[in-house]
């Protein structure tokens, strides 16, 4: 059995264990809808908090460039998101996307009038020869998030699913056919070129804490994780580092984890998760309902914390992220 | 004096005139705003118009591609267009620009949400590869418009304004500037390369009658006439030509002809409009509160008409274009 890493955050960091510091440095890996809850927490107790977003799930629609768990993420920390739906911008309008569809455009994808505004900036951005990264930064920058948004890569990289006929892109599997499909393989194109996103392999190695966000292991974390260097910089930092399990209870919170996680051959627990992220985690924080999990996910060499993950408010998001900080400390 | 030719309509065109065709073939050579109202008025008594307009002002916006001439005459003959802007689509809102402008965007020009539809389509198609003429004919067919709108050019050509700080873009002189800068010269960066669109040449060639709208004869008018190619076919066509004069009583019913033509060292009036038109024009249609400038007018080698070219409301559009029928049959 791996003996379980233990480094406390206070050992290690002298101006944080001093107290010239306020907060630890926090880095957290994530995806859109939980991954953005968690970083909505973590931002209400850290003052220096690092968010790497997957872009696998990008996508070019109506020729504009749509980041979905970029802003996931950058709408909840500005308090935008619909708490309903989890993305988009509360209250929003689709009056562009009505007369897209009169104007005989399948408008599959749903993309709301406010929230367009941030797919044409990015766009014209973009062309204009703006890196993501830099994009990115400008469109957090206005909207008052003081975390900073990095996204993985500001390379290409297209997260595609197999499924019993033939390869989808992700929005096409996942809001064109509601992730229905039995997902038989991923294949992120384009990683093996992509670069880790300025920013992004110091945000692992300097922090004090890296955090894997509660979001689905394949085409949330795994992408990022794939980037090269990534995993490298995550397996050798001396940062602590925990992920929060998304399968609670043996079911996915929300989006098809639980449904990949079996059709792909593993078990379909925090133990599963555990195994993906084995070699990564100093700790996984487990829902109480999976309490009688710890010791098998003890055996792959790592702590449990044990608590209350299925997160409402902001207020419940802060204590999740504060009960993350005390198991590094 | 150059003799007035007169070319009735009846005596060329078998079968118009055997009653096989219920209207004449028309095409209208138009801008914006006067040019749109009086396409309605043709499409009101007209089966098979055509309206060749200016994209000599479309510009690049928020990285979108945006014609506003081709989208004005388009959302007239739509019955879309806001009566009162002249341009846009009625009722439209602007919370995808405001939302842009929340996010630091210079919104100096105004795109509504529904309006927006047209561009994110037009852009992204155009990206596609698909010429600006055939994604003018899927919008138009998506609007229900019966008439062929043709662009002047599927290329690029960019109206630019000589004024006494330096040049510039058509929307930043028209819109930006609000059109208070004295213009010194326009230059029509492109227009050497420009091809007529597919179907331009045959419009002025085939058609029964021609007919040049009560648009800006420098900035809206003569883009058209300068692309390769269609001043020779206006030129040589057999089709009676009429157009219908901009400056009424020494003003511009809207925009700056009136000071354009000062500028440029032409005289304010339909005097001056038929100078720029001369060789080109059967007709020149004329208001009554200029009729004393007949004579000048027809001195120039053309017919005259005189009427109410200040334009109400769509019966009156009808009107107008009624007159013009009649004035070449």
Redesign the interface.
Known sequence: MPAVRSRALAHRRAPYAAGVRTSPTVTLLSGGGGGAKLAQGLARVVDDLTVVVNTGDDAVL???SVSPDLDTVMYTLAGLVDPRAGWG?DG??H??????A????DTWFSLG??????H??R???L??GAPLSEVTA??C???GVRARLLPMTDDRVATQVDVADGRLGFQEYFVGRRHRDEVLGVVLDGIELARPAPGVLAALTEADMVVIGPSNPFVSIGPILAVPGVREALAGTQAHRAAVSPIVGGQALKGPAAAMLAALGHEVSAVGVARLYAGLLDVLVIDEQDRLLAPAVEALGMSVVVTQTVLGGPEDRERLARELLDAAS
């Open positions: 109506y020729g504009l911008i929003d309008t009056a562009t996307l009505e007369a897209m009169r104007l005989g455009e009038d406010r929230d367009l505004a941030t044409i900036l766009t014209a951005r062309h204009a400008q469109l920058a206005a909207l």
